[in-house]
Nanobody
């Protein structure tokens, strides 16, 4: 059984930084695209960033220039470096991965940007 486990969320002041991690574990043959989505209270879940197995990133316009997605294929882990955080970045951040052509989600980690 495959699991995605996120870590790194928390409370940060506006302008601050956080780094999220998500590790895939279990019976895995191949990890394809990985990514991060977020859901603010009362809103739908939206794409933040994705990265292909070859390392090509894609970002939502709202985070371009502030967030960086990366991955370590040897560890089946994806990262999200978040800089210059804004209150509107407050949300539950979910890890997503296509593993052996099935879609998996993590349980989410809360990021709160507030003074």
């Amino acid at each position: 059984q495959v699991q995605l486990v996120e870590s790194g969320g928390g409370l940060v002041q506006p302008g601050g930084s956080l780094r999220l991690s998500c590790a895939a574990s279990g019976s895995i043959f191949r990890v394809n695209a990985m990514g991060w989505y977020r859901q603010a209270p009362g809103k739908q879940r939206d794409l933040v960033a994705t990265i292909t197995s070859g390392g090509n990133p894609n970002y939502a316009d709202s985070v371009k220039g502030r967030f960086t997605i990366s991955r370590d294929n040897a560890k089946n882990t994806v990262y999200l470096q978040m800089n210059s955080l804004k209150p509107e970045d407050t949300a539950v951040y979910y890890c997503n991965a296509n593993i052996d052509y099935r879609n998996y989600w993590g349980e989410g980690t809360l990021v709160t940007v507030s003074s």
